[in-house]
């Protein structure tokens, strides 16, 4: 095999050229130097450790935090005739003897491993008496307390810089803010090697924010009316919410499945492997799935719940769209998403931790509530500066901002003066001057401010709460009755030293949009692209393998656009290699000739 990089990235994996820093890390580590690179998700990662492991000598060590991940990048290797074995758990004492024979005899290029395997048995020691020509650590904002995805089993890894000290290492991320990009080469010893910083700017994703009135309904509507025979991911916080929303879309037609943590481990397995497999399936889940699932044409990503900070937010949106094509990133939040997420954050952390996290939560908040481009503020909190993008909501249709600073007033002088004590809807009924007993016995029909915040809907008022609690200017109770207090970020708000704007409230209507479908427009060219994702689905069955391991979406798209009528044509289509070129071209190419 050749050892030219750009020569491996043609004949093994079909691309015609590196994109972005992909060749400069590739020379980096070539030179057997080590990196730290930061690009997102579906941005070229793993090429960036697989094509040296196929220029070097020896065994290139790949460590990922879950099972399913290695998996599928060694599934995909293996389809490429690449040498790739992951040893984990689920390995049998026949597997592994055949696993530790590969790399014996040399014959082993990529050993995908998790970090408790590495440390384990003395697995360190028998290591070391092979040529290990490099170390990749993969999902290494794991090592980082500052990360969204803490595992104190990472820390270890920085014994690899002592135990190989002429083995370069390769620590690489989609979600790292500017503290875990510190904190990772400090605790992984990178001080001496580079970083690689790709825009973290997913262009092809749109982002979508609204207020929670109804979620299910909100989400049925969606999937409908966007991605009615999409593949897409539904997250939601509880397992029991899970269980729920994923027989709401069963019964609406849609094939949607259940994944958490309190599922049988058989049931989770059956469910991913439908979900990779076959086409279409909606996955529902908590935020136990995700990581590692390479699938990509997931075409949405809906969030029912809110995450718990910005970084899990962008990883879990950034599993729509991985093969570059349109995608939705979609998620409704309301009052109690806030203060659930806000008690969740206090439990079980230290003073220091809870306030990190609280900094995280809060800058979350700031993202769904922006009245400007969400792009811009989603990439500035990675250090990015970035113009309106024109493809998020407030930029497709933006806002009517208003002066809220009356009715924040209001809002904040009704929870003082009724003792701090009561929910939003007994404010809002005060405000508006709604008759109930609940009022009428507590006396709060006597205040001043009874009735004062008539000329606003229950929505309005609703949504200028909301905003309050996400810019951190009333607290909720989620313990008691819901009940709201003031935070002293409030005091220069109610002095009138400074003002409040808002989004006019828009009541939901169903929406008109043209479904976000990556077919042709073109009838005839659609059938074709049906007829080809038809072929790729009866390879992938007899195979037993994801349809997109045969072929991406975007890689039958160009088929279709291009039409070639020879081998030599097809194998110029990104993403056929050697290897897909002798075992699929003339299936492919038989259909596409019948056009």
Known sequence: MSRNPSHI?????????????????????????????LMPTGGGKSLCYQVPALCLDGITVVISPLIALMQNQVDA????????????????????????????????????????????????????????????????????????????????????HEAF????????????DAPTQKD???????????????????????????????????LLSFIKNSHPNDAGIVYCLSRRRVDTIAEKLVA?????????????????????????????????????????IDKPDVRFVAHLDLPKNMEAYYQETGRAGRDGLTATAWLAFGQQDIAKIRQLLSNNLSENQTRIERQKFNALLAYCETLGCRRQVLL??????????????????PPVVTDGTEAAQMALSCIYRTGQCFGSGHIIDILMGVD???????????????GKGSSYSRPDW?????????????????????????????????????????RKYVPHKKQNGRAKTVAPDNPIDAALFNELKALRLEIAKAANIPPYVVFHDKTLLEMVNLKPGTLNSLSEIQGIGDSKLEKYGKQFLNLLKQQ
């Open 165 to 176: 000290p002429h083995t370069p290492r390769i620590a690489l991320t989609a979600t790292a």
């Open 252 to 292: 609406k037609g849609h094939k949607a499945l259940p994944y958490h943590a309190g599922l049988p481990a058989e049931v989770r397995a059956a469910n991913q492997e439908r979900f990779i497999k076959e086409e279409g399936i909606i996955m529902v889940a908590t935020i136990a799935f995700g990581m590692g």
């Open 462 to 502: 609703q949504a200028f709460i909301r905003q309050l609690l996400s810019l951190d200017y009333i607290s909720q109770d989620i313990e008691g009755f819901g009940g709201l207090s003031l935070n002293e970020k409030c005091r220069p708000l109610l002095r009138g030293e400074e003002a409040f704007s808002t």
């Open 380 to 397: 500035s909190y990675f250090g990015e500066t970035f113009g309106a993008c024109g493809n998020c909501d407030n930029c497709l249709t």
């Open 436 to 450: 109930t007993d609940k009022v009428k016995n507590a006396g709060h029909d006597n205040l001043p401010l009874y």
């Open 184 to 218: 990772i080469i400090g605790r992984l010893n990178l001080e001496y090697g580079e970083v690689f910083k790709s825009s973290f700017d997913r262009p092809n994703i749109q982002y979508h924010i609204t207020p929670k009135q109804n979620g299910v309904t909100q």
């Open 77 to 160: 290797l293996r389809e490429l005739d690449v040498e790739a074995a992951a040893l984990n758990s689920t390995c049998s004492p026949q597997m592994q003897k055949e696993i530790f024979t590969k790399m014996r005899d040399g014959s082993l290029k990529l050993l995908y491993i998790a970090p408790e395997r590495l440390f384990s048995d003395g697995f360190l020691d028998f290591l070391s008496g092979f040529d290990v020509s490099l170390f990749a650590i993969d999902e290494a904002h794991c090592v980082s307390q500052w990360g969204h995805d803490f595992r104190p089993e990472y820390l270890r890894l920085s014994i690899l």
């Open 9 to 37: 990235l043609q004949s093994v994996f079909g691309y015609p050229e590196f994109r972005g820093q992909q060749a400069a890390v590739i020379d980096h580590v070539l030179s057997k130097r080590d990196a730290l690179v």
